[in-house]
């Protein structure tokens, strides 16, 4: 789950918009490493490019719609849910129109092609946003919240509540993506009768049928006005007096409304542009207060682009101290790694204690003891050299040596007591023995220093 991942292969889907009623069709393509989801109205003369992020967000209305300029593109959410759920990072997205297609009201015609194509895997880190704190947001006016809490995985949480006879309280939850298929991808957009008029008043659901959403009928009024409800709708007219749900297909579930208010939920999160480690606990929630809390969580990404590595010092590391010497022909006082705490074929994290015993305090400096630059890029390099071990046949004959130094930059002092998380992450494929890495080291949540380098993998001697 470490690696980005894209389709393997294009697939097509073609239907009518909810809101517009215009025919559509959207094209989904396989994506570089690091490109995200951006959404092409090829439609258009200058075929426009629209990013999938929450800032591009103008209006929430039935819908999220993402804009650039005048040019917009709505009821992406759908599909953005099946992307994400299925860990997809990267995808081109072109669409001949102003909406992606409604299909059935839910998100299960693209979850069946992107079953149908393949995942592949992409040569880079995926790069997860991990909640280190709880976050909150609230609407009094509404009553709509949405809290997200530290977890290792992604998981939601759901509650709607409205004020009605057939749709009351309901509860939704979803603690593994791998469940999205069987659980919330067949669950439908829905509306009441009640809404109707009002929403063909502001221009929306030209395209809404009894075939593509949850139809509810839950407050009796006038036959004469039902009847005219029907006649806008395209459908023979029913009794007035007999409550409930009125669209072609019944329930899938009971609570079906709500599994589809969790569907939006990740479809609105897809936005903020990388996977989320935490669990959403959302009361009420609507595109509206979804928009604003994947905007906060933009801001929080902008202010903190790297994250520390998450350091837990009672689990046992991957790679002990002994094991270490096994491997680094560094020996005191010039090992600078405690602990390999994560290590894969393309990114490690480590761990160095930083002692007042350590012999570079007793000249830098006496008074005000400051570890120096040089050596907390060594102790990055030295990870990096263990991650650069993996790709040689037999380790215990060669070694790793520096080749290249770049964009180095100290943003911190480290002084005795502190404790250095670094990750070192293979930036370029390995070539002819050389491998390019990108560094960052951390005290706690606090970004201390990083650098580009170079590694080189040479047989001893």
Known sequence: MYKQKTLKDSFSLSGKGLHTGLDLKVTFKPAPADYGYKIQRIDLDSQPVIEAFAENVRETQRGTVLFKGNTKVSTVEHALAALYAAGI???????????????????MEYVENIQRVGIRELDALKDFYVV?????VKDETTGSSIILLPDNEFSVN???SYDSKILNNQYASLDDMKDFPAEIAKSRTFVFVREIEPLLGVGLIKGGDLDNAIVIYEREMPQERYDKICDIMGVPKMDATKLGY?????LQWDNEPARHKLLDIIGDLALVGKPIKGRIIATRPGHTINNKFARILRKNIKLNDVQAPAYNPSVPPVLNHEQILAIMP??????LIDKVITLTDLYAEGVKNVTNGEIFFTGHFPEHPIMPGVLIIEAMAQLGGMLAMQYAENPAEYEALFAKIDNTRFRHAVVPGDTLLMRV???????????????????????VAESEFMVQIIKKN
């Open 89 to 107: 990072d990267n995808c081109h997205i072109e669409v001949n129109g102003p909406e992606f297609p409604i299909l059935d009201g839910s998100a």
């Open 330 to 335: 560094h020996r005191f006082p010039m090992l």
């Open 132 to 136: 280190k704190n709880k976050i909150e």
């Open 246 to 250: 009125i669209m072609h297909k019944p």
């Open 425 to 447: 992450v293979r930036t370029a494929p390995v070539r002819h023995g050389m491998l390019a890495l990108k560094g960052y080291t951390f005290v706690a949540e606090k970004l």
């Open 158 to 160: 759901v509650l709607i």
